[in-house]
């Protein structure tokens, strides 16, 4: 069973920056991790996503401004997020499956994070 728990959101201007951690119990280092959001109003949807290989994949929206990265030691994955908008406020939630591929899809993924609320102000 793993359990994984994000911290770091909060309030920001835009064109500010927030990173993001989620923190695992359990051994993660050979899951994929990833990072979804939700909007008030809208549906769960992909924002990144590692491989346990390293290899990365990201959403259209946010290339060029997230990193994904993950620290196998300390069990913890993170959402470095520059050049923030608003339509990058969201609860941001963590997750994580085991196996070899991408996984972008919502239900793909097997364990989740309590979420953690960012809000970018104009």
């Known amino acids: 069973q793993v359990q994984l728990v994000e911290s770091g959101g909060g309030l920001v201007q835009a064109g500010g920056s927030l990173r993001l951690s989620c923190a695992a119990s359990g051994r993660t280092s050979s899951y994929a991790m990833g990072w979804f959001r939700q909007a008030p109003g809208k549906e769960r949807e992909f924002v990144a996503t590692?491989?346990?290989?390293?290899?990365?994949y990201y959403a259209d929206s946010v290339k060029g401004r997230f990193i994904i990265s993950r620290d196998n030691a300390k069990q913890t994955v993170y959402l470095q997020m520059n050049s923030l908008n608003p339509d990058d406020t969201a609860v941001y939630y963590c997750a994580a499956r085991q196996g070899i591929y991408v996984y972008t899809v919502e239900n793909e993924y097997d364990y989740w994070g309590q979420g953690t609320q960012v809000t970018v102000s104009s």
């Open positions: 590692m491989k346990w290989s390293g290899g990365t």
